[in-house]
Nanobody
Framework: VQLQASGGGLVQAGGSLRLSCAASGCTFSSYAMGWFRQAPGKEREFVVGISWRGGIYYGNSVKGRFTISRDNAKNTVYLQMNSLKPEDTAVYYC????????????????WGKGTLVTVSS
C-alpha cells in the first residue's frame, strides 16, 4: 500500500489550501483515512479522519475550519483547510487503517510521506 500526499505550500493567514492523498495497492473503500500533522518541535497529532463508512471525526484544533472528504472512485482523500492560521504550520500526513475505527497514531496501518504546509502571518 502506498499513500502519496500532495498540495502543501505557502499560504497567508486566513487563506485556504487543499491537500490530496492518493492511495494505491489497496481496497481503498475499506480504509479509514486520516490526516495528521506534526509541527516543528511538537508531537504528531490527529487532525481529522473519515471512516470507511463515511463518518467524519475531528481533532481538537480544527473543527469548523478543516473538512475531509473521499472519492473512492479515485482512491483519494482530501483535506480542505480554510481560515488557516500560523499555528497550522506543519507537515501533514495521510494515513490509512483498514476498517479502522480509532485514530491512534500507533494504530494506523500505512502512512504517506507528508506534505509541508506553511502559513505566514
Amino acid at each position: 500500500v502506498q499513500l502519496q500526499a500532495s498540495g502543501g505550500g505557502l499560504v497567508q493567514a486566513g487563506g485556504s489550501l487543499r491537500l490530496s492523498c492518493a492511495a494505491s495497492g489497496c481496497t481503498f473503500s475499506s480504509y479509514a483515512m486520516g490526516w495528521f500533522r506534526q509541527a516543528p518541535g511538537k508531537e504528531r497529532e490527529f487532525v481529522v479522519g473519515i471512516s470507511w463508512r463515511g463518518g467524519i471525526y475531528y481533532g481538537n484544533s480544527v473543527k469548523g475550519r478543516f473538512t475531509i472528504s473521499r472519492d473512492n472512485a479515485k482512491n483519494t482523500v482530501y483535506l480542505q483547510m480554510n481560515s488557516l492560521k500560523p499555528e497550522d504550520t506543519a507537515v501533514y500526513y495521510c494515513a490509512g487503517d483498514e476498517y479502522g475505527s480509532t485514530w491512534d497514531i500507533d494504530g494506523m496501518d500505512y502512512w504517506g510521506k507528508g506534505t509541508l504546509v506553511t502559513v505566514s502571518s
